[in-house]
C-alpha cells in the first residue's frame, strides 16, 4: 500500500531534517497558479528560482480559474499573506487539453458516480477542461485580472514552461 512507503519514506526524511521555524508570509511575495501535473513537481520550482517559503504555489487541474477557489487562494494570498504579484504558469502537452468527455463520464459511472447526478454536469466544464494551454492561460489571467477580490495594484503574469527542456514563455506581462 502506498501509504505504507509514504510512512517508511518520512521516517527517513525525519532522521536527517534539520528542523528550522519558517514564516508562512512567502518570502519573495509571489503567488503561482499552477497545473496538478506530477511531471512539475520538483521541476516548476526549480526552473524559476523558487525554494521553500518562497512563493504561495496554488495547483489544480490545468491551472484553472473554473471555480472561485483559486480566486479565492490568490486574493487571500495578497491580503492577508503579503503577495504583490502573481504569476499563471501552463504547460505544454497539459492532460486537460485532452480530456475525452464521454471517457471521464463512462469511469465515473465504473466507479459508482450516479447518473442522475452526472446528468445535471456539463462534465467538460466541471473539470475545467481546455481547449489549448496557451490560450487557458491567458483566460485565467483575465479572470484574475477581471475579479474584484483583486487589487488593480497586483500584477498577474502568464507564463507557459515546456516539461522537457525547462523553458518559460511569457504570454501575458501583468
Known amino acids: 500500500m502506498m501509504l505504507d512507503e509514504v510512512l517508511k519514506a518520512n521516517k527517513e526524511f525525519v532522521k536527517d531534517f534539520k528542523a528550522t521555524k519558517m514564516s508562512h508570509i512567502p518570502q519573495k511575495k509571489l503567488a503561482i497558479v499552477t497545473c496538478m501535473d506530477t511531471r512539475l513537481t520538483c521541476f516548476l520550482e526549480p526552473a524559476l528560482g523558487i525554494g521553500r517559503g518562497d512563493a504561495k504555489i496554488i495547483k489544480n487541474a490545468g491551472n484553472s480559474a473554473a471555480d472561485r477557489d483559486v480566486i479565492r487562494s490568490?486574493?487571500?494570498?495578497?491580503?492577508?499573506?503579503?503577495?504583490?504579484?502573481?504569476?499563471?504558469?501552463?504547460?505544454?502537452?497539459c492532460g486537460m487539453a485532452n480530456v475525452d468527455p464521454e471517457k471521464l463520464e463512462a469511469n465515473m459511472k465504473a466507479r459508482g458516480v450516479d447518473e442522475e447526478v452526472l446528468s445535471g454536469v456539463d462534465l467538460k466544464e466541471w473539470i475545467g477542461a481546455i481547449d489549448g494551454e496557451e490560450e487557458n492561460v491567458r483566460e485565467v489571467v483575465d479572470k484574475l485580472n477581471e475579479s474584484p477580490f483583486i487589487p488593480d495594484d497586483v500584477p498577474i503574469h502568464g507564463l507557459i514552461i515546456d516539461l522537457y527542456d525547462g523553458k518559460l514563455k511569457v504570454l501575458v506581462e501583468g
Open 74 to 93: 490568490v486574493a487571500v494570498a495578497i491580503h492577508a499573506l503579503g503577495v504583490e504579484e502573481v504569476m499563471v504558469i501552463g504547460h505544454y502537452d
